[in-house]
């Protein structure tokens, strides 16, 4: 077996479409991985993390990367809290938004927050999405260590959270306000309507036709006026053809 055959396979299988990835990121994380277990090639692999599910959620971690914090990037989360949540909101009285490929809930859970002081009581709906369930099942528990939360103002700290040692527990008003499904970026049916989507750091693993597809999905899935927020070493330059409009760096509108 060799690679293409090993990712069709997994695909076949597990349903996760590889292909869509770079791949010699793709390859270097997926032969360190055999590399520690000393397995030498893909058809023992592929084998093996069909018959070990401890080694196929290892495969998933490598592959996802789950790194992520509270406001990532604060100067640029700035921008949303200043100048397009207040635009949203004076336009619609419920905004729908959506986290995609959220990891363990900061990005979602920050944009909550952001809702929660600029429309207290509102009836916003945040959907949040990802392709892993470790992540996802994490998200849903809301507690979160020092690193997490490390670009979150003392007063949000005091807020929002509750501090036990190095632990902090998200309150459940904000937890309530988040939604999380499982849903692959590659193969799942996107929604609708969007006034917001945040999709950060995912995008970068992905080749460039598949990034292209994904944000011509995006703009589908925004309402006319709906905004995307791409992550700080993201770009999308072939915007104007897809039909964005370019509001600031790292935010684009659906005309
Ligand atoms: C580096 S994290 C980014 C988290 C957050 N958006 C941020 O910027 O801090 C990347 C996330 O993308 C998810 N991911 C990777 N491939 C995906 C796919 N095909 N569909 C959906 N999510 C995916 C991973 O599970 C991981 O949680």
């Given at each position: 077996?060799?690679?293409?055959?090993?990712?069709?396979?997994?695909?076949?299988?597990?349903?996760?479409?590889?292909?869509?990835?770079?791949?010699?990121?793709?390859?270097?994380?997926?032969?360190?991985?055999?590399?520690?277990?000393?397995?030498?090639?893909?058809?023992?692999?592929?084998?093996?993390?069909?018959?070990?599910?401890?080694?196929?959620?290892?495969?998933?971690?490598?592959?996802?990367?789950?790194?992520?914090?509270?406001?990532?990037?604060?100067?640029?989360?700035?921008?949303?809290?200043?100048?397009?949540?207040?635009?949203?909101?004076?336009?619609?009285?419920?905004?729908?938004?959506?986290?995609?490929?959220?990891?363990?809930?900061?990005?979602?859970?920050?944009?909550?927050?952001?809702?929660?002081?600029?429309?207290?009581?509102?009836?916003?709906?945040?959907?949040?999405?990802?392709?892993?369930?470790?992540?996802?099942?994490?998200?849903?528990?809301?507690?979160?260590?020092?690193?997490?939360?490390?670009?979150?103002?003392?007063?949000?700290?005091?807020?929002?959270?509750?501090?036990?040692?190095?632990?902090?527990?998200?309150?459940?008003?904000?937890?309530?306000?988040?939604?999380?499904?499982?849903?692959?970026?590659?193969?799942?049916?996107?929604?609708?309507?969007?006034?917001?989507?945040?999709?950060?750091?995912?995008?970068?693993?992905?080749?460039?036709?598949?990034?292209e597809k994904?944000y011509r999905?995006?703009f589908?899935?925004?309402?006319?006026?709906?905004?995307?927020?791409?992550?700080?070493?993201?770009?999308l330059f072939q915007y104007k053809e897809i039909g964005f409009e370019k509001?600031?760096?790292?935010?684009y509108?659906?005309?």
């Amino acid at each position: 077996m060799d690679f293409t055959e090993f990712k069709q396979e997994v695909n076949r299988h597990f349903g996760l479409y590889l292909d869509g990835y770079k791949e010699p990121q793709l390859k270097r994380r997926i032969e360190s991985l055999m590399s520690s277990l000393k397995v030498e090639d893909y058809k023992t692999y592929f084998n093996l993390l069909v018959r070990d599910n401890q080694q196929w959620q290892r495969f998933i971690d490598k592959i996802t990367i789950n790194v992520t914090e509270f406001f990532r990037n604060p100067e640029i989360f700035l921008r949303l809290e200043k100048e397009i949540l207040p635009t949203l909101i004076k336009r619609h009285k419920y905004l729908k938004v959506w986290s995609a490929a959220c990891a363990d809930g900061s990005e979602p859970y920050s944009l909550a927050i952001l809702l929660d002081e600029l429309a207290p009581g509102g009836n916003h709906r945040i959907d949040a999405t990802d392709i892993d369930i470790n992540a996802l099942e994490k998200a849903k528990k809301g507690i979160y260590n020092q690193r997490a939360v490390q670009s979150v103002t003392t007063s949000r700290l005091k807020n929002y959270f509750r501090q036990e040692n190095d632990t902090f527990y998200l309150n459940e008003k904000i937890k309530g306000m988040v939604k999380f499904y499982r849903k692959d970026l590659l193969k799942d049916h996107f929604g609708s309507g969007y006034h917001l989507i945040v999709c950060r750091n995912v995008v970068i693993y992905f080749t460039a036709p598949t990034q292209e597809k994904l944000y011509r999905r995006f703009f589908q899935a925004l309402a006319p006026g709906g905004f995307l927020f791409i992550g700080a070493t993201e770009s999308l330059f072939q915007y104007k053809e897809i039909g964005f409009e370019k509001y600031a760096p790292w935010f684009y509108y659906r005309p």
